[in-house]
């Protein structure tokens, strides 16, 4: 008996590059387990797309002096041909700015809304005095209360993970002007997050299998009490409100509608089967299986509020009840001389293969590479680290191209140092090989002569920035 399994790829910021973090992180995983899965025989749906409402794209327009629409496009473009170059799977890509995601999101939010889930309130959130407009989340910027991170952003800590609100920061600043911002009032839709603090506990302690941290990170959040949360902004990018309640200038906020995207691209790859109610058999099965690949900053929203925001629905999207994650195999963070990958912080690894957060477009070097004819053999790598510009040797010691060793008549070589990527061989060189200096064995060439290739010399290991 085959099983319907639902593949749900975490959906990148359509406001820069993705880099290797979020590669390795989620998508490849996914890709990986979609493979097996089918090969399995069980029926794969996988799923994903750019989330085009987020702040950071509206941040990134202001600072390029473009519309929002404008970030979006150039970015959802390169993720495309992303994906068709390195060969992923995808049964769907799409966006949440198409009518299909709007219609899912404004069905969900009036069956919550119905089920009492969803009220408004008056709050008090930012004003920037300057600019003389409400600034969403990620328009602030100050310390965390939490860790005293100097430069946490209104919505989340990219230091110790923590979510927060604008008005939680120490010392706030407006990243358009730079004033300090000033509170006033406005009234907003929130959800009633901490109406499933003891369903999502039960839903949680009967998680069998989940990665540790995960479990650990969702239950420890759940004993600090879950908070009801604004799930609308005085913004004009975004899902328009299904309600004229609040009168005009407001919107359905990014980090609740992106996670509908799930469901939404789920229709929309219905539609286009020809089959419109094939949605249903992912998510209204009891046979189904969900599984959510994602970076570890994501578990909050995906092990905590989207459950919450699934249960909200009751069975008002259809008839039947949508089902809840089967699993949530969220990666640790991939980690560039020592710090966090990070888009919105522009830090990741220099532009390889075409992947980079710290240019808007893709790197000149094609990934993947044009030909598939064996790579040229390496020399160790830069003692000076990624982007130096100082080759590195044994002291004392030659390069033999005959042997591909370093070879010293006095005393065995030093390994070369902790393995780092390069960008220049696009892999990284183990450090913990040996003593020799010797590449390891694998990654010889199997034809007969030197080991190295017939007329190959040692390269210059030199790298630039």
Known sequence: MTTPVLVAVAWPYASGSRHLGHLAGAYLPADIFARQQRMAGNEVLMVSGSDVHGTPITVRAEEDGVTPADIVDRYHSEFLRQWD????SWDLFTTTGTENHARATQEMFLAQ???GHI???????LFDPEKERFLPDRFVEGTCPYCDYPDARGDQCDNCGRTLDPTDLIDPRSKLSGARPVLR??????FRYSDFADRLKTYLESRKGWRPHVLNFALGWLEEGLLDRAITRDIEWGVELPVDDLGPGKRIYVWYDAVIGY??????????????????????NDDARHVYFIGKDNIPFHALFWPAQLMGVADRMDGGELRLPDDIPANQYVTFKGGKASASRASASPSTRGWSASSPTPSATPWPPPSRSRPTPRSPRSRSGLGSTRSWSPPGATWSTASCRWSTSTATAP???RARWSPTTRSSWPGSTGTSG???SSSRPSSSGPPCGPGWTRPNRSTST
């Open 85 to 88: 170059e390195l060969g992923m």
């Open 113 to 115: 809304r119905a089920e």
């Open 119 to 125: 009220d408004r309130r008056t709050s008090e959130q």
């Open 185 to 190: 009032e406005t009234e907003h839709f929130y």
């Open 263 to 284: 469901l939404s691209a789920s229709w929309e790859w219905a539609e286009s089967t020809g089959d419109p109610e094939r949605w249903k058999h992912w998510w209204h």
């Open 415 to 417: 390994s070369p140092p």
């Open 438 to 440: 010797a590449r390891p």
